[in-house]
């Protein structure tokens, strides 16, 4: 059964900080672009970060930049996504996903893991 599993959310002041993590199952997702996408209460998934598949290249909504790092370690099947300078509006259910080439566009990602609630208090 092929997964991906986040882990690595949970309740945190504004200002601090969460690292998620992504662990692939069931087949290797080291030659796929990884993202991260968001769901906030009352809202659509949106884009947060991606990477393709060598690390090389990030992509970030503008709203992140300068705060999150999205990486990989492909030998882990793994990929993290580090959130500093966490502000309320980051609150939301993160999920990551796997596809073919690294895009900003959800419908682009064939593999997507379950998701962890991140809730960030003012």
């Known amino acids: 059964q092929v997964q991906l599993v986040e882990s690595g959310g949970g309740l945190v002041q504004a200002g601090g900080s969460l690292r998620l993590s992504c662990t692939a199952s069931?087949?290797?997702?080291?030659?796929?672009?990884r993202g991260w996408f968001r769901q906030p209460p009352g809202k659509e998934r949106e884009f947060v970060a991606t990477?393709?598949?060598?690390?090389?290249?990030?992509v970030y909504t503008n709203s992140v930049k300068g705060r999150f790092t999205i990486s990989r370690d492909n030998a882990k099947d793994t990929v993290y996504l580090q959130m500093n300078s966490l502000k309320p509006e980051d609150t939301g259910v993160y999920y990551c996903?796997?596809?073919?080439?690294?895009?900003?566009?959800?419908?682009?990602?064939?593999?997507w893991g379950q998701g962890t609630q991140v809730t960030v208090s003012s």
């Open positions: 996903a796997a596809g073919t080439v690294a895009v900003t566009a959800a419908n682009l990602y064939n593999y």
């Open positions: 069931g087949r290797t997702f080291s030659s796929r672009a």
């Open positions: 990477v393709t598949s060598g690390g090389g290249t990030t």
